[in-house]
């Protein structure tokens, strides 16, 4: 079935949707339901608010494959701490990082007064994420993202990020061809759809928010770091205060500690 003859089945399939009781999208661990997973899932989506473009977006998804096999081998996570920091490239973050400070003190300044979030942190996650933008990933965002939601592995994580995948695809913020990373996330510094949509700043203000321009997704970066309860002025090494933000970014513990660390040494470079 061609992708247009498969959006035209979907939306036709909300139109009966819509005069019947909801039903749950039914998960599944391989590809065979996928089709039909969405077409229920389009009637979750437009519950939860979504338009006609990012309906489409959703009936123009595939099952991405590649998205599968990366979420069943993240194996970095399982390093120590010193083997984690040597695979990701820390000292190149951190000697680049400071250069980036540097050259650009007063747009770290701006925003440390605006979210409270020194340079150091913003620097390490940007680096860590994304090599400063070298590579921000070559997966279709809204079909990785819906992909998850459908895989049962962890369905209920990923379900309100490809509802907010869908709706940033009606904001004009990306589009269905959005490319990023394997789990769906997008831009800079890696934002999931769902936490895109809700802390998303237009930093440039051009209109829009992007989070492939690093003024948009740093301003971002630092605003969900702040509503995730940062405390300015004081410190985010494990145990102090603002060490359970950094674990708010990302779940992983090995990360935390290698953000924490890098980010002392950019902001004490």
């Known amino acids: 079935m061609t992708r247009f003859a498969t959006a035209l089945a979907l939306l036709g399939s909300l139109a009966v949707?819509?005069?019947?009781?909801?039903?749950?999208?039914?998960?599944?661990?391989?590809?065979?339901?996928?089709?039909?997973?969405?077409?229920?899932f389009a009637g979750?989506?437009?519950r939860a608010g979504v338009g006609q473009r990012g309906l489409q977006a959703l009936a123009a998804t595939r099952y991405?494959?590649?998205?599968?096999?990366?979420?069943?081998?993240?194996?970095s996570f399982g390093y120590t701490l010193e083997k984690f920091?040597?695979?990701?490239?820390?000292?190149?973050?951190?000697?680049?990082?400071?250069?980036?400070?540097?050259r650009d003190a007063q747009f770290y300044a701006a925003l440390?007064?605006?979210?409270?979030?020194?340079?150091?942190?913003l620097i390490a996650i940007h680096g860590m994420e994304t090599g400063f933008g070298r590579f921000m990933g070559d997966a279709e965002v809204v079909s990785a993202i819906t992909t998850l939601a459908y895989?049962?592995?962890r369905s209920a994580f990923f379900v309100p990020h490809a509802i907010g995948a869908l709706k940033l695809v009606d904001n004009g913020s990306i589009t269905a061809q959005t490319r990023g990373a394997m789990h769906g996330e997008l831009g800079h510094t890696q934002f999931l759809p769902g936490n895109a949509l809700a802390y998303g700043v237009d930093a440039d203000r051009n209109g829009r928010v992007d989070f492939y321009s690093q003024a948009d997704a740093l301003a971002s970066t630092a605003n969900f770091l702040r509503q995730k309860g940062w405390r300015?002025?004081?410190g985010y090494q494990p145990g102090e205060p603002n060490f359970r933000v950094i674990e708010a970014w990302n779940a992983a513990g090995v990360y935390q500690k290698?953000?924490?660390?890098?980010?002392?040494?950019i902001d004490g470079g």
């Open 17 to 40: 949707f819509s005069g019947q009781p909801a039903t749950a999208a039914t998960c599944g661990n391989t590809s065979a339901g996928f089709e039909a997973w969405k077409a229920a």
């Open 258 to 265: 290698a953000i924490a660390i890098m980010a002392a040494q």
């Open 85 to 102: 920091m040597q695979v990701r490239g820390s000292s190149t973050i951190v000697s680049q990082g400071r250069q980036r400070k540097a």
């Open 232 to 234: 300015p002025g004081l």
């Open 151 to 153: 895989d049962c592995r």
């Open 44 to 46: 979750e989506a437009q």
């Open 64 to 75: 991405a494959n590649r998205t599968i096999s990366a979420d069943r081998n993240q194996k």
């Open 112 to 121: 440390e007064r605006s979210y409270g979030v020194p340079a150091g942190v």
